[in-house]
């Protein structure tokens, strides 16, 4: 499975942005999707994750109600709308795949990454 995440920039406090991963796979749907973020000097950290059939989200408590994760099936694709964008937001982010049913935010247990796409939130 290759990803390809897209959608990254530079964005002033309070603003927003949408980012994507397009999977390529046929079987797009039987993986749970999540975001991570990785800032300089830190640990790549959970950002939020989404079931296999889009029923179930969650996130880390530093980006719950400003950022939502979804996912289209039909175009293989998974997005990540980030809204009230903070300084701290600052990060490249990836998605990841994980080949099962359970929703995960342990980093350990997702198969294929994405090359990531950075995020810079000016203050």
């Known amino acids: 499975v290759q990803l390809q995440a897209s959608g990254g920039g530079l964005v002033q406090a309070g603003g927003s942005l949408r980012l994507s991963c397009a999977a390529s796979?046929?079987?797009?749907?039987?993986?749970?999707m999540g975001w991570f973020r990785q800032a300089p000097g830190k640990e790549r950290e959970f950002v939020g994750a989404?079931?296999?059939?889009?029923?179930?989200?969650y996130y880390a408590d530093s980006v719950k109600g400003r950022f939502t994760i979804s996912r289209d099936n039909a175009k293989n694709t998974l997005y990540l709308q980030m809204n009230s964008l903070k300084p701290e937001d600052t990060a490249v982010y990836y998605c990841?795949?994980?080949?099962?049913?359970?929703?995960?935010?342990?980093?350990?247990?997702?198969?294929?990454w994405g090359q990531g796409t950075l995020v810079t939130v000016s203050s």
């Open positions: 796979t046929r079987t797009f749907s039987t993986y749970v």
């Open positions: 989404v079931s296999r059939n889009g029923g179930s989200t």
């Open positions: 990841a795949a994980d080949y099962t049913y359970r929703v995960s935010a342990d980093r350990r247990d997702y198969d294929y």
